[in-house]
Nanobody, 123 residues
């Protein structure tokens, strides 16, 4: 079965950095757009950042432009989220997702989800 396993979350001070990883198995990874979403306590899940199946296109939520980057290594079935200049408002559970097809990844259309990893940014 398909599994997406996130890692790398934790506690960091404002202004710091974290790198999240998502290891995928059970799917043809290179055929899937990958993305990261987050859900803060008491809020709805929101899109953060996405990358096309071949890695040539990236798309970002306005709130993370210039601070977060996404990359993927198709040979290792892994996608990464590099988060710099973290702010307390970035605190959330971060989820990795996979979506088959040519549309940009979205919460509605994503086919598979990871279990999430907590990111906490202190002031």
């Amino acid at each position: 079965q398909v599994q997406l396993v996130e890692s790398g979350g934790g506690l960091v001070q404002a202004g710091g950095s974290l790198r999240l990883s998502c290891a995928a198995s059970g799917l043809t990874f290179s055929s899937y757009d990958m993305g990261w979403f987050r859900q803060a306590l008491g809020k709805e899940r929101e899109f953060v950042i996405g990358i096309s199946s071949g890695g040539g296109m990236r798309y970002y939520a306005d709130s993370v432009k210039g601070r977060f980057t996404i990359s993927r290594e198709n040979a290792k079935n892994t996608v990464f989220l590099q988060m710099n200049s973290l702010k307390p408002e970035d605190t959330a559970v971060y989820y990795c997702a996979a979506q088959y097809g040519s549309k940009r990844i979205s919460s509605f259309d994503a086919d598979y989800w990871g279990q999430g990893t907590q990111v906490t940014v202190s002031r």
